[in-house]
Nanobody, 117 residues
């Protein structure tokens, strides 16, 4: 069973920064994409940032210029650097991995990020 384990969440003041990490229990070299999603209370889960195996990134409009996604295949880890955080970034953040073969989609258990104003 493949596991994705998030870390690095917590409570931060508005304007502050956090870096989330997602460690996979297998090589992510075979993953066509890795991504970070978030879900705030009463809202649907939304894509925050994604990165392909080739390093192509995409971001939600609300986080462009503030968040940066990266992946370290050697460490089987994906990161989300979050800067200039505001209260609207408060949510549970989930890591997702899309494996090419055998085809599969995996989710982490989620980690809370709370931004105080």
């Amino acid at each position: 069973q493949v596991r994705l384990v998030e870390s690095g969440g917590g409570l931060v003041q508005a304007g502050g920064s956090l870096r989330l990490s997602c460690a996979a229990s297998e090589s992510i070299f075979k993953y066509k994409s890795m991504g970070w999603y978030r879900q705030a209370p009463g809202k649907q889960r939304e894509l925050v940032a994604g990165i392909t195996s080739g390093g192509i990134t995409n971001y939600a409009e609300s986080v462009k210029g503030r968040f940066t996604i990266s992946r370290d295949n050697a460490k089987n880890t994906v990161y989300l650097q979050m800067n200039s955080l505001n209260s609207e970034d408060t949510a549970v953040y989930y890591c997702n991995g899309e494996r090419i073969w055998p085809r599969a989609s995996y989710w982490g258990q989620g980690i809370q990020v709370t931004v105080s104003s």
